[in-house]
C-alpha cells in the first residue's frame, strides 16, 4: 500500500518550525494499528534531494561540538533526533566547520537543506508499505500525526532540561481506517 500525506502551513506567516530553527524539531510520525491492538511503525519514502539524510529520523550521533564548552576532550556527541526511526523532520539544520549538526549558532558554519514547512506550502510525504501478513482481520487505523519539540530529546535529557520545556506537542493528526481481509 501507498499512503499519501499532504501537510499544508495554513496558519504561519512564515516557515514551520521557527524561532531557534537549529533546536526546533516537526515530526510527522505514522503508524498502523490492527484489530487486535498490533501496532506497526511505517518509514517515509525517501526522495533523494541533497541533505535529505538530516530529515528522516535515524539512530546517529551528533552535537560533538557541545564538547567545546563542556570543555570535554573528544566528546562522541549525543543521539540526533530521539524519535522513532523514519519519521520525516523538517528542519533547518545547523552545521559546525566540522560539518556536524549543532545547536550552538555561535559555532555555525553553514547550513544543510531548509526542509521546514514555508507559509501556505503543501509538502507530500509517502509510506509505501506491504501489509504483514500476521496482521489481524478486520478494520486497520492508519494514523499519521504531527509532532512539535523545542529541542531534541536527546539534547534536553543531556542538558538536564526540564521536561515540560522541551516535551513532544502533537500539532495535528488524521486517521484512515482500511480493512483486513484473510
Not at 510527522?28 to 506497526?40: I, N, P, R
Not at 560539518?99 to 544543510?112: E, L, V
Not at 514547512?117 to 478494520?139: M, N, Q, S, V, Y
Request: net charge neutral; aromatic share 10%.
Amino acid at each position: 500500500m501507498k499512503f499519501t500525506c499532504a501537510l499544508f502551513n495554513q496558519k504561519t506567516g512564515h516557515k514551520f518550525p521557527t524561532g531557534s530553527a537549529e533546536e526546533r524539531l516537526l515530526w510527522l510520525h505514522v503508524e498502523a494499528k490492527d484489530s487486535k491492538g498490533k501496532t506497526y511503525h511505517l518509514k517515509v519514502d525517501k526522495k533523494g534531494f541533497p541533505g535529505e539524510e538530516y530529515t528522516i529520523a535515524a539512530n546517529t550521533l551528533a552535537y560533538q561540538d557541545m564538547g567545546i564548552p563542556l570543555n570535554i576532550q573528544d566528546f562522541k556527541g549525543i543521539q540526533r533526533d530521539g524519535i522513532p526511526e523514519g519519521d520525516r523532520i523538517f528542519r533547518l539544520p545547523y552545521l559546525d566547520p566540522q560539518g556536524r549538526m549543532t545547536i550552538m549558532q555561535w559555532n555555525t558554519a553553514s547550513h544543510s537543506v531548509d526542509y521546514r514547512i514555508g507559509p501556505r506550502e503543501t509538502k507530500l510525504e509517502t509510506f509505501t508499505w506491504t501489509i504483514p501478513g500476521d496482521a489481524a482481520p478486520g478494520p486497520m487505523v492508519v494514523r499519521a500525526a504531527m509532532y512539535y519539540q523545542k529541542l531534541p530529546g536527546p539534547v534536553a535529557e543531556f542538558l538536564n532540561v526540564p521536561r515540560e520545556e522541551a516535551e513532544p506537542i502533537e500539532v495535528n493528526f488524521h486517521e484512515t481506517i482500511i480493512n483486513i481481509i484473510k
